[in-house]
């Protein structure tokens, strides 16, 4: 067989290999939505449980190499994460999301290394390793269950803020350290540290200029597909253009993703193409997790498992344990500083939803094979993250409902939707106020039109009134809704401006100053 055939035999091979991952995800999630029971078992399990039946009957799906890991996974995660964090939010938790995501990474890691090392034969250099693997939480299904039952939006962002930065400290941590069992490297703190602000900088530099650099291109035009694919050429760009000057591509990545999310998406994009932007991201995020998912359930060896049993349950000790300290004591630190307090529960909540998933297992399948502890990290990595998905992951409702913490989802919900009704109906009466009646249409036929619809949104006003009036929080859903449209406005306004050639540069937003001030001013005079 010539090597032409044989390479397209291969091709033919992955593909048909590629369609099986996707047929067993698409199935899996049609089932987690159409079955009664199957619901309750959030969908990223799902798949872990379905991928580990499969190995289990030694049915393999997809092998990849493991240099390719963190290229193909790593970016489209990140950057999806990152552009659906609002700075605004960040920022009023920056302090505990800091401190659980680098103070709260270097007590895990070195926790679980310590721990490896002392119960059991494991060198050091690699217990690091697994420590480093593990420091990284993945929320996914977490935050899911989260909106489901109707979280607080306080403690959503906390543990999206934690997991999105982490993520960022554990891959640089895992960079530094894996050099060490390698024989390239010596661990020094000093070295280390040096190492680690240049790898942080590197990457926060080139995320900075490649999203500032999108953010003020597309202000220049409006074409939908090409800004989706700028996102898109953005999240990898970063990320390769990062790791080539050896910087950090997952703090690049993330960067670039807060930038585009927070900044280019309101300068740059029309609310249209911000929407359209945000599905594509979506479907991508749904798309790679599932295969990732799928596929940490489908590579664990259960007999590997077995065999490394002794380690994996010291490290589930270790992970459950330090994440316990560390979450409680930097809470307690966090709670002396600032005024926005996190309650006792919260903290419980975001100590249990640690969990770890395609970020611990991405970085566990890319150590090199030359290691020869390689199947050691990876069994007891993959062990972890199985007793957190399944373990953790499964409880995790059960104990936000006996803390108290689990919201009225349906009744969001429907007052949510009021409000979408209310505002489509308002713009409809808006438009036969001000259109002129068609020769094809009485100006009668217009005015029944109008009283239809005027007459449907004081049925819904009144609904939202009454709503509000017997649930006040939900008051907040409506001022956050409102503040969004005003930004929305204020922003359109300056790139509608600047795509004219009538303004030259982006204005300084003004109006969430002026409403932040505002807010803080009325605190000031209730306090």
Known sequence: MSLEAYSELAIKHNLEQFSLVLLVSLTVATLSRTVGWLRQIPYTLL??????????????????????????????????AAWNVHTKELQKKWLPIFLFAVVGVIISVLGMALSLEHFSSLPLSIALLVGASLSATDPVSVVALFRELGASKELTTVIEGESLFNDGVAV?????????????????????????????????GIGCLIGFGISYLTKRFDIP????????????????????????????????????GNFGSLVGMTPRTRLLVSDFWEFLAFFVNSIVFLLIGNEIKITSLFDNLDLIVIAIVASILFRVAGIFILGSLSNLVTPDKI?????????????????????????????????????????????TLLVQGLSIKFLMNKLGLGGDKTLYQAYSELLATKVALQRVLDYLKTSEPSTAVEAEDYRYEEKLVLGQLESC???????????????????????????????????????????????????????????????????
């Not at 640089?172 to 900088?201: H, K, M």
């Open 47 to 80: 798949l872990v449980i379905v991928g580990l039946g499969l190995a289990f009957l030694n049915i393999h799906l997809v092998s990849l190499s493991p240099a390719l890991i963190l290229d193909i996974f790593l970016p489209p995660l990140l950057f999806e």
């Open 172 to 204: 640089v941590a895992f960079t530094l350290l894996l050099a060490i069992p390698l024989g390239t490297g010596v661990f020094s703190v000093t070295d280390t540290i040096t190492n680690f602000l240049t790898f942080v900088g590197v990457g926060t």
């Open 343 to 387: 309650s006792t529960n919260d903290l419980t909540i975001l100590w249990w939803g640690g969990l770890r998933g395609s970020v611990s297992i991405a970085l566990a399948l890319s150590v090199p094979t030359i290691l020869s502890q390689r199947q050691e990290i990876i069994d007891i990595v993959f062990g972890v993250v199985l007793f």
């Open 225 to 260: 597909l090409v800004e989706q694919s700028l996102t898109l050429v953005a999240a990898y760009s970063t990320y390769f253009v990062s790791e080539e000057l050896h910087g950090s591509g997952v703090i690049g990545v993330v960067v670039v993703g807060l930038i585009l």
């Open 461 to 527: 006003n009144e609904k939202l009134q009454k709503l509000g009036n017997e649930h006040p929080e939900l008051r907040a859903i409506s001022l956050e809704k409102l503040r969004e449209t005003l930004f929305d406005i204020e922003a359109d306004t300056y790139s509608e401006f600047i795509r004219s050639g009538r303004l030259d540069k982006q204005v300084s937003p003004v109006l969430q100053e002026i409403l932040v001030k505002a807010q803080d001013e009325e605190i000031v005079r209730i306090t």
